[in-house]
């Protein structure tokens, strides 16, 4: 049974962002686009990013999950969940597999306000939950490609393969430049 554990964390995590091992960060590479138009998800007050993939337009929301006094909560700062655009837009919760295997964030308490969050599936490319000092708002960054970047969207561009080793071609990560407030697109080839 913990070998059919070991293994299915191991196809979620190339179901999500494949291996980072020969990955190579590029800007704004508009080649081999999704055949699939994709709804932005729009009115979600605490949105802080959402990830869309192949093959469906079923799309994850990460939120700030924030008590009734306002204060972030610090044992689950952020709620990860569906928006089922193939289901009318349905709101669902993710199941126990998408959530200790693919989707589900762990997130740590690295200071006041700040925490270390990591996809469950992949856990070499850091985010950083933190309180903007421009607009007094929570933002997820990460840094990719020495650009650290206030994070919008997550895309990841699947081809073919099957449901248990799908072939990921690029993972995106688009959002904005903290450097020069302009808005940005980092691909990683898979």
């Not at 932005?40 to 192949?54: A, E, H, M, S, V």
Request: net charge positive; charged share 25%; aromatic share 10%.
């Amino acid at each position: 049974m913990k070998h059919i554990s070991v293994i299915g964390r191991l196809v979620v995590m190339l179901m999500l962002f494949g291996s980072f091992s020969s990955a190579v960060a590029q800007t704004a590479d508009k080649s081999d686009p999704s055949p699939l138009k994709f709804p932005t998800p729009k009115g979600i007050k605490n949105q802080l990013f959402y990830l869309q993939r192949d093959p469906n337009t079923n799309t994850i929301i990460c939120e700030l999950n924030v008590e009734a006094n306002g204060e972030v909560n610090r044992k689950e700062p952020i709620l990860v969940y569906w928006l089922r655009y193939g289901e009318k837009g349905e709101k669902k919760d993710l199941s126990y597999i998408q959530r200790k295997f693919a989707y589900g964030i762990q997130a740590k308490e690295i200071g006041k306000d700040q925490f270390e969050l990591r996809f469950v599936s992949h856990k070499k490319i850091p985010m950083y939950l933190m309180e903007s000092k421009d607009d007094h708002k929570f933002h997820v960054y990460v840094t990719v490609n020495n650009k650290k970047i206030e994070l919008d969207k997550i895309f990841l561009r699947i081809e073919g393969g099957s449901f248990w080793l799908p072939n990921v071609k690029y993972v995106e990560l688009t959002g904005t430049n903290t450097s020069n407030n302009t808005k940005i697109i980092e691909r990683i080839k898979v």
